[in-house]
């Protein structure tokens, strides 16, 4: 696994800052286009894609960023669940809307890993993986249907008891099967 150390130092610019008095608008769009500002390094027509950084290994297998990414999944699982915990405890509206809503959106990205990780691995039916995926359908469905009708009890309910542990299944169950199941 890459450290964010090392991600960060590949990527870190060498260009010392500039005087502004020694800028000319000429040199600047004679060097840079707009349209590269902020997209990292300027790459000369010579230079070759595969090359690779010292201590970082670049990742070619889609089998391998698959599995990478159900492992990375767990971690962000565990977020969530803390996630779930916040909204909870906030008093301030504003607040817990948005915490809310990351949460949202936090499980629509779990679940898109998922499927493409599954679609990757060539995961076909799973019961387990399958009944995962019900429940927690279900309980987006519920919680859905619960802020449509104003019911803060039961959302908060299903915040509170039923999300947080299909979360926790899918952490230490869901995705270690997912896992085991990439030999067969």
């Known amino acids: 696994m890459i450290k964010e150390q090392e991600v960060q130092s590949v990527f870190k610019t060498q ?21 590269q500002l902020m997209d990292g390094p300027i790459l ?10 010292e201590g970082v290994e670049l990742v070619n297998d889609p089998k391998s ?18 996630l779930c915990a916040r909204i909870l405890e906030e008093n301030e509206l504003t607040v817990k809307e948005a915490s809310y809503q990351r ?14 990780a599954r679609t990757v691995l060539r995961i076909g039916i799973h019961p387990q993986v399958n009944l995962l995926e019900a429940d927690l359908l279900s309980i ?11 019911n803060t009890e039961y959302q908060e309910e299903l915040i509170r008891t039923h ?8 952490r230490h169950e869901g995705i270690p099967e997912m896992i085991r199941c990439r030999d067969s």
């Open 163 to 170: 999300l947080p542990q299909n979360l926790r299944e899918w």
């Open 103 to 116: 949460l949202l959106e936090g499980i629509d990205t779990v679940m898109e890993s998922i499927l493409t």
């Open 65 to 82: 960023i698959a599995l990478e990414t159900l492992y990375t999944l767990q971690l962000f699982l565990d977020n969530l669940i803390g």
């Open 15 to 35: 260009i010392e800052p500039v005087p502004t008095s020694e800028i000319s608008p000429t040199r600047d769009r004679e060097t840079i286009h707009p349209d």
């Open 44 to 53: 000369s027509g010579d230079q070759d894609f595969e090359m690779t950084y």
């Open 140 to 150: 987006l469905k519920d919680l859905l249907d619960a802020a449509q009708e104003g």
